[in-house]
Nanobody, 125 residues
């Protein structure tokens, strides 16, 4: 599976932005999909994930209530709708995929074996 992320850019605090990640390859609906992010000078961290099958969603505490992850299996695409953006959301956002990932591991980076190239979101105050 190859992943390509789109939608980054410069936004003002309080604004919204939607990221998209398009996957090539087969069996897209068998993958748990996630968004991780890496702020300048910090380690990469989990932001959101959506399970294969049930499409159950998971969020980090820092984005819960502001970000929404969704998927369109017909389009092989996963989205991250980001609302009420704050300067601390500034980061490179990466999409990731893992086949039939167990629910216990949705926020653990090393279990994702496919990664997109990242897209930069900069939030100005």
């Amino acid at each position: 599976v190859q992943l390509q992320a789109f939608g980054g850019g410069l936004v003002q605090a309080g604004a919204s932005r939607r990221l998209s990640c398009i996957a090539s390859g087969r069996a897209f609906n068998s993958y748990t999909l996630a968004w991780f992010r890496q702020a300048p000078g910090k380690d990469r961290e989990f932001a959101a994930a959506i399970r294969y099958g049930t499409s159950r969603t998971y969020y980090s505490d820092s984005v819960k209530g502001r970000f929404t992850i969704s998927r369109d299996n017909a389009k092989n695409t996963v989205y991250l709708q980001m609302d009420s953006l704050q300067p601390e959301d500034t980061a490179v956002y990466y999409c990731a995929a893992a086949s039939f990932l167990h629910d216990h591991y949705y926020n653990i980076e090393r279990y994702y074996n496919f990664w997109g190239q990242g897209t930069l979101v900069t939030v100005s105050s």
